[in-house]
């Protein structure tokens, strides 16, 4: 009669492969920063990308889900900032009736891009659904860069006062640049 169990060398190799199992995982760490600025080499600006994420690395943990919503929250945050920096230049004293048209115009596109943003950042939030509408993200996301571009446009032309005109371009190129490699992080979802 044969025996069903396995001879004790074998028996004891496979014991130590798999009492040794999750020492493995735990000797070869994901490392958090790492992941990222692998990452962000696909993104349009991955200097700009590695900077605004590296201090979620931790919460982020080598997942693209997570790194996606913090690069929106980050180019929400931004638009957000940028929205009322140009409502604020929007109330000074001394602007010609066109600069005030061009600045209000510019606070509907950021209001535009806010909006579409935080539709993205809820989508890939949304616990529920085990799969998230990646087009409707890349939709949304994709908007709000076009809302940035289109407060830009506004500004095209000698009839704009230089010093409100490089404020402004200086806030949208920050807004934008975000907005892109958020986009591009979209991309890379499953």
């Given at each position: 009669?044969?025996?069903?169990?396995?001879?004790?060398?074998?028996?004891?190799?496979?014991?130590?492969?798999?009492?040794n199992q999750p020492n493995i995982a735990k000797s070869q760490p994901v490392n958090d920063t790492q992941f990222i600025k692998s990452t962000c080499q696909s993104t349009p600006?991955?200097?700009?990308c590695l900077s605004s994420l590296s201090a979620d690395a931790t919460a982020i943990h080598g997942s693209h889900r997570l790194m996606t919503i913090a690069a929106?929250?980050?180019?929400?945050s931004h638009t957000r900032s940028a929205s009322s920096t140009v409502e604020r230049l929007a109330k000074s004293s001394g602007l010609t009736p066109?600069?005030?048209?061009?600045?209000?115009d510019c606070i509907e596109e950021f209001g535009d891009s806010i909006e579409e943003l935080k539709m993205a950042v809820a989508e890939l939030k949304d616990n529920d659904k085990t799969r998230f509408k990646t087009k409707d993200i890349r939709t949304w996301v994709s908007a709000a860069l076009t809302d940035d571009d289109t407060c830009m446009d506004g500004f095209?032309?000698?009839a704009m006062n230089d010093n409100v005109k490089e404020s402004v371009k200086a806030l949208v190129v920050d807004v934008a640049q975000l907005t892109s490699n958020a986009l591009s992080l979209v991309s890379l979802l499953k």
């Open positions: 009669m044969e025996s069903s169990y396995l001879p004790l060398p074998i028996t004891a190799i496979l014991l130590t492969i798999l009492i600006y991955p200097d700009l929106l929250t980050v180019a929400l066109r600069e005030s048209y061009v600045m209000r095209a032309g000698d």
